[in-house]
């Protein structure tokens, strides 16, 4: 994954005794990672559970044939817990123990920021009370706010998950599809962010949708009959003007939220299931960083995701 040095959108020189962390927010407290143990940022997906694990182990997943467990932070920190929806982002992590390296998933409410933080800026972890201070490594006053600054190995390393799960029960898990339920602590869009990155993706819109729609009908085949009769170049064009309208209301919430219920409307009248937004959003997301290439980073990427999953979210209220 790429690391971009930035710091609310500035370049600025890391030296040694500064660290990169991604940050998250859950039930209303921000929290954050070391940004190198970050492999990758993705929606809430299937999980095949495992028997005779906490409950705070949800189950784990295949990631391109890694088996990854999956952890609610909620549950493991014994804060009450909420029902998943297109705002709910699992990070997958590298977590280093003793012996050997393997690869974890946390579930948290949503990704929030890229932050650096000088070695001299963190303080120490008081009593937490739900969160238990051995698996802080301190605390980090940013922009006049205070993030919790997590020892992932510590938090991870003590599970006793048994990862040997077949394909085929990978294969046959239940799928959760995302609600229209909305976090209350999710992070605010970053609209000007968004418009000058749509703005610079805008000579490639036509390579994006492409890619976007062959991309999709690979991920999810059940939805390439709702095309069957339809001119693609025509819908490509549809979804660009869709993108462009979407951008542009993005400073009238009202006008946005009456776009955004006419199309989810349209949607639901094509056939398109609550299920279907999922997939949609994690390929929209994939196909424009690799379209967008050198100018894509993590910033970008948090923005877009918390864009698409509001976007998502005000959709699906048509399907009430």
């Not at 997906?45 to 990631?63: A, F, K, W």
């Not at 301190?138 to 006793?160: F, P, Q, R, Y």
């Not at 994006?208 to 085949?221: A, G, H, I, N």
Request: hydrophobic residues 45%; charged residues 20%.
């Amino acid at each position: 994954m790429e690391i971009a040095q930035v710091t609310g959108g500035d370049v600025i020189d890391i030296t040694a005794d500064t660290d990169q962390y991604l940050t998250f927010m859950l039930a209303g407290e921000e929290y954050g990672v070391d940004i190198l143990r970050v492999q990758e940022i993705k929606g809430w997906d299937n999980v095949t559970p495992i028997p005779n694990t906490p409950s705070y182990v949800r189950g784990v997943i295949n990631l391109r044939g890694t088996i990854v467990p999956i952890v609610d932070l909620r549950q493991r920190f014994g804060i009450e817990g909420i029902s998943y929806g297109p705002m709910t982002v699992v990070i997958v992590l590298k977590v280093v123990g003793d012996d050997r390296e393997r690869t974890m998933g946390i579930v948290v409410d949503g990704v929030s920021d890229v932050y650096n933080v000088a070695a001299n800026e963190m303080k120490p972890a008081p009593d937490f009370g739900a969160v238990d201070v051995g698996y802080v490594n301190g605390l980090a006053t940013v922009d006049d706010k205070m993030v919790i600054i997590l020892n992932i190995d510590s938090l991870l390393n003590n599970l006793d998950v048994e990862t040997e799960v077949s394909q085929q029960q990978i294969a046959e898990s239940t799928y959760e599809p995302p609600t229209n339920q909305q976090h209350n602590d999710a992070p605010a869009l970053d609209i000007e962010l968004l418009e000058t990155s749509f703005a610079a993706l805008a000579p490639q819109a036509g390579e994006l949708v492409q890619k976007f729609y062959s991309e999709l009908f690979d991920r999810c085949p059940a939805v390439k009959p709702m095309f069957a009769n339809v001119s693609m170049e025509a819908q490509q064009q549809k979804l660009v003007a869709a993108l462009g309208t979407v951008i542009s209301s993005l400073r009238s919430p009202d006008e946005l939220e009456k776009v955004l219920l006419d199309l989810g409307e349209k949607h639901k009248a094509y056939g398109a299931m609550p299920e279907h937004y999922q997939v949609v959003g994690e390929t929209l997301l994939d196909v424009m960083a690799q379209v967008a290439g050198s100018l894509w980073s993590p910033k970008l990427a948090l923005a877009w995701r918390a864009a698409i999953s509001s976007v998502a979210g005000m959709m699906l209220k048509a399907y009430d």
